[in-house]
């Protein structure tokens, strides 16, 4: 998602059906992977390790800094938005009162 914009490097693997997927790939710029370093190398750890007196070794995530990490970049979404093909102008049929929608979970 670095090529993308996100704060950090993260590897993604895209799966799915839409022809034109494989043009989503991006390949970082010299200049590009040099500040995606910088801003991996000063973010806030996403999660701590430690070494419990048993000798066991713990992880424990950093709440906010996964949350935040989870978030696609605009970029990213407006990438995908491109390849979809435009919808068709003609009315479709719906069985969903679109007056009443609030929200993605509520209708």
Do not use: W
Not at 1 to 13: C, F, H, I
Not at 45 to 51: A, G
Not at 73 to 94: H, K, M, N, Q, Y
């Amino acid at each position: 998602m670095g090529s993308y914009g996100a704060p950090t490097l993260k590897y993604t693997a895209l799966v799915g059906t839409l022809p034109m997927m494989h043009q989503l790939k991006r390949t970082l710029s010299i200049k590009q992977l040099k500040l995606a370093l910088e801003r991996t190398h000063n973010a806030v750890s996403l999660v701590k390790r430690t070494v419990g007196k048993d000798g066991k070794k713990r992880v424990a995530g950093n709440k906010d800094a996964l949350r935040k990490s989870a978030e696609y970049p605009l970029d990213f979404g407006l990438a995908i938005a491109a390849l979809v093909p435009a919808r068709s102008s003609r009315p479709r049929e719906t069985n969903v009162d679109l007056d009443c929608y609030q929200g993605e979970d509520t209708l």
